[in-house]
């Protein structure tokens, strides 16, 4: 949490973190914008929306995948 806002899910399983964050139709674009593994992306645009809400989630197997989860998350806390 950030705040009042809840930034990401996080579920640890053996081998890997699960991580879930929920965007907008408004915010979507942003995330397309950032400079994320193109895999991250395509998962975005194809995710099947929950209400409102458009899921992204992803596995972290290895400290590489890092920097795409700080960049989602730096960019998540900057929302309004």
């Known amino acids: 949490m950030f705040k009042k806002k809840t930034v990401f ?4 399983w053996d081998g890997f973190i699960r991580t879930s964050f ?3 139709e ?3 674009p942003g995330v397309l914008s950032l400079n ?5 992306k395509q998962n975005l645009e194809s995710a099947k929306p929950i209400g409102k ?3 992204l989630v992803f596995d972290i197997v290895s ?3 890092l920097v795409d989860f700080y960049e989602i998350v730096k960019y998540k ?3 309004k």
Do not use: A, R
């Open 9 to 12: 899910w996080l579920s640890v």
């Open 22 to 24: 929920y965007f907008t």
């Open 26 to 28: 408004k915010t979507k």
């Open 36 to 40: 994320i593994d193109d895999e991250l």
């Open 53 to 55: 809400l458009i899921p």
């Open 63 to 65: 400290d590489d995948q």
């Open 77 to 79: 806390k900057g929302l």
